[in-house]
């Protein structure tokens, strides 16, 4: 579902992605579409990919905020059956983590 995703959106400079998205094929389709791959390489690769762990250090905060946003039981359980619905819930809840922030 990878390539999909990064389909509907407009072509980001790089892709922060963890050890499961370590995959030749998509490699090469990042690199197709000129996207820098920030993606550690697995342990049983032999020759492993270079990897800019400031950039990989950033994906900790995205990290962050879905763990914060989890703690919102109607975020997390998906109470809204509307998607309009749920992405204002979302909106909420990452206005009040902001602000207690």
Known sequence: ???P????????????????YDAEHFRSYL???TIKAVIPS???????????????KRRNVVERLFCKLKNWRRIATR???LAQNYISAIALAAIVVAWIK
């Open 5 to 20: 995703l990064v389909d509907a959106v407009l072509a980001p400079k790089r892709l922060l992605a963890d050890r499961a």
């Open 42 to 56: 697995t342990a049983s690769r032999t020759v492993p990919y270079p990897l800019d762990e400031t950039t990989y």
């Open 79 to 81: 109470y809204d059956r």
């Open 31 to 33: 690199k197709s579409r």
């Open 1 to 3: 579902m990878a390539k």
